[in-house]
């Protein structure tokens, strides 16, 4: 199956699903750092950044109405942002002892155990944070992720993802994840309705763009569509890789050869990396028959490459026997 080139909020490997236990004990709420206090300080620093499946953590700061336990929960942001762990967990139970069902501290208190690692928590916190707040749209979404990503209940999370549209009908990530579980199904149709729904909310999601190119693209051979999608991206971020990859590519099977070389002059211009956009230009050009250039563009990919991955070296052989 093609894999969408554009960055999506889960990952589409479908192969990566684990089978962590969804607890629900009181076990969620001990400090993710375990018996031993010398590791109070999560194994990556990932910090408070969000997380790619997880809704942002979120202030109460500016909210009129303060409700029980918003003073400890933002004492417990304030901590967790400055990695002041055993602080920031300390003040989150207080919080849950004013407000056992907080959402937006079970929230913060499962983001804390993501960083730790600790899945089975995290999937305690957010089924907690369901039970309490079942009509926030977010700590629906929180645990529709969990489903899908860390214990591979893709109906439940399915079901989870149309029920936060259902209280939230512009919420993005859903629907992107919602596009990956159709995605891993092979309901390519229902990928392209779910990037349509982004799309109509949000006009300049280039993400969308890539990913509904690259299935009309790959899936269907629909290359006007794909260009189409592919030019709009380029049009809000001309600085895309994606986008002018995928470009590229299609201008190449249309046969545009100078179209295709001058987006694939971008994308070796852009990429830190290079090797890809440097392949594949040397073969455009290759194809033009320009070969003391096309060589010259082969010689200089093997010369990043480290080692030399099989497209370039089948590039490269097609190229001298040409």
């Given amino acids: 199956r093609p894999l969408p080139t554009g960055i999506v909020c889960v990952p589409l490997d479908t192969n990566i699903t684990s089978t962590v236990v969804m607890d629900d004990s009181d076990r969620c709420l001990d400090p993710p750092w375990g018996p031993n206090t010398a590791q109070q300080q999560p194994p990556s620093k990932h910090g408070t950044s969000p997380v790619p499946f997880f809704s942002p953590l979120t202030s ?43 959402g937006d501290c079970l929230k913060a208190l499962a983001h804390m ?17 369901v039970l309490h707040n079942d009509g926030d749209a977010e700590c629906v979404f929180n645990l529709a992720a969990c489903n899908h990503i860390f214990a591979g209940r893709h109906e439940e999370a399915m079901s989870l993802y149309e029920r936060v549209l259902s209280l939230q009908a ?42 509904s190119a690259q299935i009309h693209l790959t899936v269907f051979g629909d290359d006007v569509s794909a260009k189409g999608l592919y030019e709009r991206a380029l049009g809000v971020n001309s600085s895309n890789v994606a986008s002018c990859w995928g470009l590229g590519v299609v201008e190449r099977r249309l ?63 097609q190229h001298l026997l040409h």
């Fill in 60 to 102: 109460r700061k500016q909210s009129k109405a303060k409700s029980p336990g918003d003073a400890a929960f933002e004492a417990g942001l304030s901590h967790h942002h400055q990695g002041r762990y055993p602080e920031a967990h300390g003040k989150y139970l207080e919080c849950l002892g004013e407000d056992m069902g907080h």
């Fill in 170 to 211: 512009g919420h993005l990530q859903a629907l992107f994840n919602m596009s990956s579980l159709h995605y891993a199904r092979g309901e390519w149709r229902q990928c392209l309705v779910c990037y349509d729904k982004v799309l109509s909310l949000d006009p300049s999601n280039v993400d969308a763009m890539n990913n």
């Fill in 255 to 317: 046969g545009h050869l100078r179209e295709a070389q001058r987006a694939f002059e971008r994308v070796a211009e852009l990429d830190a990396n290079k090797v890809q956009g440097l392949t594949a230009l040397a073969g455009v050009r290759s194809e033009l028959n320009d070969t003391a250039a096309a060589t010259s563009l082969f010689e200089q990919a093997m010369a990043l490459a480290d080692p030399p991955e099989p497209p370039l070296l089948l590039s490269y052989a």
């Fill in 113 to 129: 155990n993501f960083e730790f690692h600790r899945l089975e928590a995290v999937s305690g916190l957010c089924k907690r944070a």
